[in-house]
């Protein structure tokens, strides 16, 4: 028997009820609201994080509800983008993991994203932990 699973089965209102952080693009959190019928300042009430990323602008982050914008980090040259969300939220946990706050963990995320998009394999780099932790001395 074939299951059909929709959007609105995968994205209810329900989802909500384990006040998950939530991570996605402009247009994931966009299709993730129409699905549930509410605006992304509804969603940050609910949510206790939410990190809208907004490419090479860098990233909204709501913190209970209020919303505060994160620059991006600069690159050298945007050889592929394929993977740089998955690293910004490595940066992001990484932070986290480290005892950084909310901000610097975000901050630490476009690092980590904008490394990964300066080359065409996203697995195929390297930064060292104190390489990775200094540059958020010129951000603080």
Same mark, same amino acid.
């Given at each position: 028997?074939?299951?059909?699973?929709?959007?609105?089965?995968?994205?209810?209102?329900?989802? +909500?009820?384990? /006040?998950?952080?939530?991570?996605? /693009?402009?247009?994931e959190l966009d299709v993730m609201? &129409? =699905?549930? $019928?509410?605006? !992304?300042?509804? =969603?940050? $009430?609910?949510?206790?994080?939410?990190?809208?990323?907004?490419?090479?602008?860098?990233?909204? *982050?709501? !913190?209970?509800?209020?919303?505060?914008?994160?620059?991006?980090?600069? &690159?050298?040259?945007?050889?592929?983008? #394929?993977?740089? %969300?998955?690293?910004?939220?490595?940066?992001?946990?990484?932070? +986290?993991?480290?005892? *950084?706050? *909310?901000?610097?963990?975000?901050?630490? %995320?476009?690092?980590?994203?904008?490394?990964?998009?300066?080359?065409?394999?996203?697995?195929?780099?390297? !930064?060292? &932990? /104190?390489? +990775? *932790?200094? #540059?958020? /001395?010129?951000?603080?």
């Amino acid at each position: 028997r074939d299951y059909k699973v929709t959007g609105a089965d995968v994205c209810s209102s329900d989802l +909500l009820s384990f /006040n998950p952080w939530v991570f996605g /693009n402009e247009h994931e959190l966009d299709v993730m609201t &129409t =699905l549930l $019928e509410i605006d !992304i300042a509804a =969603l940050a $009430e609910r949510s206790p994080v939410v990190v809208r990323t907004r490419g090479a602008e860098g990233l909204d *982050l709501s !913190i209970g509800g209020e919303f505060r914008f994160i620059q991006a980090e600069p &690159t050298q040259a945007i050889a592929d983008t #394929t993977g740089s %969300g998955d690293a910004l939220r490595a940066g992001f946990l990484f932070g +986290l993991y480290h005892g *950084l706050d *909310l901000v610097q963990s975000a901050q630490l %995320g476009t690092v980590v994203a904008a490394r990964s998009v300066e080359h065409v394999d996203p697995q195929g780099w390297t !930064i060292s &932990t /104190n390489e +990775l *932790l200094a #540059t958020l /001395n010129p951000m603080n």
